[in-house]
T-cell receptor
């Protein structure tokens, strides 16, 4: 069974803090993705990576960066968290079918 | 750019059949996927169509018409546990490796 895990289910941070969201997959997938999910907007792609140290911007990369130092790990970084980044963040990996992690609900106050 | 349209909400009763439609506009098209997401849970894969026609998996079927840029998910013999959000997603045959998702259809199954 493919497993995609995320470091936290719930996170509360203050405006201006640097936030790290970690994602790990155990199936040696090349492709990994970060989405955010907001009511009525579906899943929007923030960044994706198709190999170690490779990254590409998705549809809404502003305010985010990513890091992929190892194949199994893909990190999302909020350099200076803002209240409009309060959301559900979903990590996924894919080789054929796409598998999602359980999500991190981030609240920025 | 890419866009997918699906109804925001559908209501049906237990035992009934429901169809959730999805129309898409993309730069290139490789296939259409469907995902189910229960409240508080992660999206899980249901089905994938790359070719025209119907794919059946138990009570769920998915249809694709590439010429019409249209697909649907058909759920038969509805059960209460089918209450969830359903997302269609397009995989493109361009360099974009990520799926593009619709905004989701919330299905409520009533007794």
């Amino acid at each position: 069974d493919v497993k995609v895990t995320q470091s936290s289910r719930y996170l509360v941070k203050r405006t201006g803090e640097k936030v790290f969201l970690e994602c790990v997959q155990d199936m040696d997938h090349e492709n990994m993705f970060w989405y955010r999910q907001d009511p009525g907007l579906g899943l929007r792609l923030i960044y994706f990576s198709y190999d170690v140290k490779m990254k590409e911007k998705g549809d809404i990369p502003e305010g985010y960066s990513v890091s992929r130092e190892k194949k199994e790990r893909f990190s999302l970084i909020l350099e200076s968290a803002s209240t409009n980044q309060t959301s559900m963040y979903l990590c996924a990996s894919r080789q054929g079918e796409q598998y999602f992690g359980p999500g991190t609900r981030l609240t920025v106050t | 750019g890419q866009s997918l349209e699906q109804p925001s909400e559908v209501t049906a009763v237990e035992g009934a059949i429901v169809q959730i439609n999805c129309t898409y506009q993309t730069s290139g098209f490789y296939g259409l996927s469907w995902y189910q997401q229960h409240d508080g849970g992660a999206p899980t894969f249901l089905s994938y169509n790359a070719l025209d026609g119907l794919e059946e998996t138990g009570r769920f079927s998915s249809f694709l018409s590439r010429s019409d840029s249209y697909g649907y998910l058909l759920l038969q013999e509805l059960q209460m546990k089918d209450s969830a959000s359903y997302f269609c997603a397009v995989r493109e045959d361009t360099g974009r490796r990520a799926l593009t998702f619709g905004s989701g259809t919330r299905l409520q199954v009533q007794p």
